[in-house]
């Protein structure tokens, strides 16, 4: 199951190191505690929409941009998840058999 | 502030009557209640990711689909919020006061 808290997690972990900042500092920026961010950095907790908006204005990323990039991440994992299923086998037609009178 | 919340339930209420479903028939596939569904798609609940995943399959749309419409009613969202903020007055400059030898 893919699931949505994961990929933004990553998304969101990945702008803030592009950005240079430290779990504290967005935690100061964005008035949330530190290790409640970890968490959802980690996909271990749900975000909040209100949270998510104002962690969105601390990494300084339209939220718009935030669901693309984890929309781009997504259909990635659900290709997998499709390429990695089994392929299905075709049943087998019943062999015919032939009507005999005995 | 623009809550995801509240695109995301507009995304799946419009999936759900697209394909002519009830909230009776989506709560029965996605086995979530039905009242919960429905706060879903009204924005008043967050759903979590888990039950989003069922919603998607229950509404036969990939989770990536759901994600890519609501970033773009996010972006319209943002840029009507960045159409109706006041513009900024720019600030005028202190004239310039003539030095004098009293």
Redesign the interface.
């Known amino acids: ?6 990929s933004l997690g990553d998304i969101l972990r990945s702008r803030r190191t592009d950005l240079g900042l430290t779990l504290r500092e967005v935690s100061g920026a964005a008035r949330v505690s530190l290790g409640y961010i970890s968490e959802i950095e980690r996909g271990q907790k ?1 975000a ?3 949270l ?2 104002s962690l969105c204005d601390a990494l300084e990323m ?4 935030v ?2 990039e ?3 991440a ?2 990635l994992e ?1 290709a997998a998840l499709v390429a990695a299923a089994p392929t299905p086998i075709a049943p087998r037609r019943a062999p015919v058999v032939a009507a005999s009178a005995a």
Chains 1, 2 share one sequence.
């Open positions: 199951m893919v699931l949505f808290r994961r749900e909040s929409s209100e998510l908006a339209p939220l718009s941009d669901l693309r984890v929309a781009d997504v259909a659900e």
